[in-house]
DNA sequence: GCAAATCGTTCGTTATACAGAACAGCAGTT
DNA sequence: AACTGCTGTTCTGTATAACGAACGATTTGC
């Protein structure tokens, strides 16, 4: 957590959300050879307000957003992804299936899901006896990693962050960075693992 | 009642704009199983504020939106579209509830992976009473269910086949013919949900 | 049974997004 | 030079989105 709240160095927010949003608005503007009143008339924001949005200086209403993405003929996500233009590539990284084995004997993962059928996912299921430690490589860029807990108390390492789940809990993680599962409960644990490979491209 | 709210005619923007973006947030929500206070720890936006743009009282901001749109892993542009830009479930809802639950009610399925995302699978938390029962309409073409039984004992019907799976089993059926689960055991049942769907484009 | 937790809602305050007007910089006319 | 007409920017005041706390209403536990 720590979300830094009640910090606000940069003039609004924006820091984390459409970064270039100001940059993309003023882009398509200009493409369409509109000047800041023309583009205020026709979505019907204010022109000051789109001079500071494009400036980042402001962080908009999702409402005026919208307006001004109608008047651009755009959509919302496109003018946040900053459009990059083709992003999607289709990583249909098969690269090899990370064989995950007990390294200390004390989990064991076996696959009860397809993992030849198409390499979009493989689903496992996990058993770790008690201080039991999975620790995996990285996995192809993009993987996320699903975790249910069944049973036991599992803590997972992914990054620098850590966390707890206990039966009933799902996590979601990026899979893409070095992680770990401890079993850190006292009897087995017992989870079912989806490894879920990026592949739609475009996520954001 | 200072600021008189609760009775107001235009929420705020809506009108044009995100016409169900509230109905739709919400129905994330219950979908990934969240509360109010869980997706506010999750995404950073107050829990006050999530329940007002539930219920259409507000005019979030960009970064809000944005905030919400990714803990519940999906895009401003689904969020906004009403979404179920995708394919699934959606249930022929006779009663529009925007969670999954069985008709007879005792069956629940909670989303706990990825419901969003264009892709590749959807990733189910499937309880069950004694006796419930959950049929599905035949999802899209392609699409093969993946069924691991953590406890009680189900009978699965696709088509004309049926068989019965206990703990620890994992049933792979094609999901795009009409489908039944029944809970056949004395007690509650409870499996975890995979639903692969097929690639689109290219490859077969 | 009452306490503790948790749910969603509402309250009080602060920060700020918004609109419109006033402002500044630069073209072309005349 | 001025006067137009445009550009984009910076000033207001007001409405309100955001947060956090406090609130009743359930639900859970002991």
Not at 3 to 8: D, L
Not at 55 to 73: G, H, M, Q, Y
Request: glycine fraction near 10%; charged fraction near 25%.
């Amino acid at each position: 957590m720590s979300t830094r709240r009640g910090v606000k160095s940069t003039p609004s927010n924006n820091g984390e959300s459409g970064a270039e949003l100001g940059k993309t608005i003023q882009r398509l503007r200009k493409a369409y050879n509109l000047s800041l009143g023309e583009l205020s008339e026709q979505s019907g924001v204010a022109k000051s307000i789109i001079s500071q949005i494009e400036r980042n200086e402001t962080n908009p209403t999702l409402s005026t957003v919208i307006r001004l993405s109608r008047a651009l003929d755009t959509t919302v996500d496109e003018v946040l992804r900053g459009e990059t233009s083709s992003l999607f590539i289709e990583h249909q990284t098969k690269s090899g299936i990370p064989m995950l084995e007990s390294q200390d004997g004390l989990c064991r993962l076996a696959i009860v899901g397809p993992l030849s059928l198409v390499d979009s996912f493989q689903w496992y299921d996990f058993h770790a006896k008690s201080k039991g430690v999975l620790e995996s490589e990285p996995h192809p860029q993009g993987t996320i990693e699903h975790l249910y807990i069944v049973s036991g108390e599992l803590e997972i390492t992914t990054g620098t962050e850590t966390k707890t789940a206990k039966p009933g809990e799902a996590l979601r993680y990026r899979a893409d960075v070095p992680h770990k599962i401890v079993n850190v409960g006292q009897g087995d644990a017992h989870a079912v693992m989806v490894l879920a490979l990026r592949q739609t491209g475009q996520g954001q």
